[in-house]
């Protein structure tokens, strides 16, 4: 997920999700962090939320709103309320 290509690192996002990849829930939570760009930061989030964890699901509801994006806080709020 190091990859400085976006579409790599967003591909790389998709398939942890898509395989339930519990033991990327923290690399996901360090990149949401560092990141800025509103596609990578929603592919992380459908990542966590596929993985479902509780560790993904907390970081979910208490982390994501701290980028201050309106469209990765609406795209949030969205999949909270399906849970």
Do not use: W
């Amino acid at each position: 997920m190091k990859n400085p290509v976006v579409q790599t690192r967003m591909f790389i996002i998709e398939l942890i999700g898509k395989r339930k990849v519990k033991s990327a829930v923290q690399e996901l939570c360090k990149l949401f962090r560092e990141s800025s760009d509103t596609y990578e930061l929603i592919a992380i989030v459908d990542a966590l939320h596929s993985i479902g964890t509780e560790e993904a699901i907390d970081y979910i509801r208490y982390i994501g709103f701290e980028k201050g994006n309106s469209v990765v806080e609406k795209h949030i709020q969205k999949l909270l309320s399906s849970l």
